[in-house]
């Protein structure tokens, strides 16, 4: 059985093979544009149906497929620039924003280990999973990262000091790796926390070096008096002999 052409006004009226065609790509690609191969299918459907009595010209045609290489072109074009994006992803911290089984937006934050590239779309690989690059969200900058990670020591350590007032000789530790982190910042490090910290730091460093001064003071007072108890204890023993021995003495004699 072949196929009927409907005709209204004296025009072929586009065939329901085309129209599905342009139904397919819209699935496809989710919008109203056609990739290349739905574009070189409704080509094909357009000669297939042509008028017979009044068909396209070959000038038509070449201009419809010098479109049609144009197109194949900057498909390519894009493909490669895609895969030269994800290609630079690895080894970098991103965000991915993606939709979970619920339907609810999450956030997926990981170093990219490599990059799939899989029917003309990237894929990154971040945790071992893999998440379209369509769904990147945020690209971290290893300083800011560093930044960030020293920032948040800093604040996690300051959180565990008790009040100045409460300070203790036992807080030391706290106290010293605060003040290495403080050293070891650089100016855009310095940058994620505000000035009221450091000026805090200086005064639980100035009251720490107060605390270690008076433990090591009673430590050496102490030590001093252990010294002086141990010498007059000696005189003693000395002094008890030597009446000993003069009274064995006297009493030979």
Do not use: C, H, W
């Not at 074009?77 to 991103?94: D, K, N, P």
């Not at 690209?139 to 800011?144: F, G, I, L, P, R």
């Not at 948040?152 to 565990?160: C, P, R, S, T, V």
């Not at 605390?211 to 007072?221: C, H, M, R």
């Amino acid at each position: 059985m072949g196929v009927v052409q409907q005709v209204k006004d004296g025009e072929f009226v586009s065939s329901s093979a085309a129209d599905s065609l342009r139904e397919s790509a819209k699935k496809k690609t989710g919008n109203d544009s056609l990739g290349k191969d739905a574009f070189l299918q409704l080509l094909v459907a357009q000669m297939k149906y042509q008028d017979p009595l009044e068909p396209t010209s070959n000038t038509e045609y070449i201009s419809q497929f010098a479109t049609f290489s144009e197109l194949e072109q900057m498909q390519n074009m894009s493909a490669t620039l895609e895969l030269s994006r994800a290609s630079s992803l690895v080894g970098q911290t991103v965000l991915m924003k993606v939709t979970d089984s619920s339907g609810r937006e999450v956030t997926v934050q990981g170093n990219v280990d490599y990059v799939v590239y899989e029917n003309g779309k990237a894929y990154l690989s971040i945790g071992g999973a893999l998440y379209s690059l369509d769904d990147l969200d945020t690209v971290a900058d290893k300083k800011y990262l560093e930044a960030y990670k020293l920032a948040a020591e800093f604040l996690n350590l300051f959180n565990k000091l008790p009040s100045l007032g409460t300070l203790t000789i036992g807080d030391r530790d706290n106290v010293e790796r605060l003040q290495e982190i403080y050293e070891s910042m650089d100016e855009y490090q310095k940058s994620f926390l505000t000035d009221d910290y450091f000026q805090k730091l200086e005064e639980y460093v100035k009251k720490m070096k107060d605390l270690v001064t008076i433990a090591e003071g009673s430590k050496d007072n102490t030590g001093s008096t252990g010294s002086t108890d141990k010498v007059d204890g000696s005189d003693d023993d000395e002094n008890e002999d030597g009446d000993t021995k003069v009274e064995g003495d006297e009493g030979e004699e």
